[in-house]
């Protein structure tokens, strides 16, 4: 059973940081994109960063250069650093994989994704 779990959301000031993390299980992990994505309230999902199998990756324009998206396949966990936090920032953060693709959809493609992490919170207070 395919399975992710994402955590290491909280409370943050603006301008500081955190690292959430993304558990994977119940695939070859090495074989697959990883997607973050985010819902802030009363606003729809969007895509925040991918890394491929590969290790490509691809960001959002409002998160460039401040959020860096990783994976370490020994430990089956991808990983998202956000600096320079924004209260715009605030928003549950999703990963997300299909078991499909190696490569990442485009940040806009969230229907791709099969399988969804339950969320983690991201606060981000001004």
């Known amino acids: 059973e395919v399975q992710l779990q994402a955590f290491g959301g909280g409370l943050v000031q603006a301008g500081g940081s955190l690292r959430l993390s993304c558990a994977a299980s119940?695939?070859?992990?090495?074989?697959?994109?990883i997607g973050w994505f985010r819902q802030a309230p009363g606003k729809e999902r969007e895509g925040v960063s991918c890394?491929?199998?590969?290790?490509?990756?691809t960001y959002a324009d409002s998160v460039k250069g401040r959020f860096t998206t990783s994976r370490d396949n020994a430990k089956n966990t991808v990983y998202l650093q956000m600096n320079s936090l924004k209260p715009e920032d605030t928003a549950v953060y999703y990963c997300?994989?299909?078991?499909?693709?190696?490569?990442?959809?485009?940040?806009?493609?969230?229907?791709?994704?099969?399988?969804w992490g339950q969320g983690t919170e991201v606060t981000v207070s001004s």
């Open positions: 119940g695939f070859t992990f090495d074989d697959y994109a």
């Open positions: 997300a994989t299909d078991t499909f693709s190696g490569d990442c959809y485009g940040l806009d493609e969230d229907y791709e994704y099969e399988y």
């Open positions: 890394i491929s199998s590969s290790d490509g990756r």
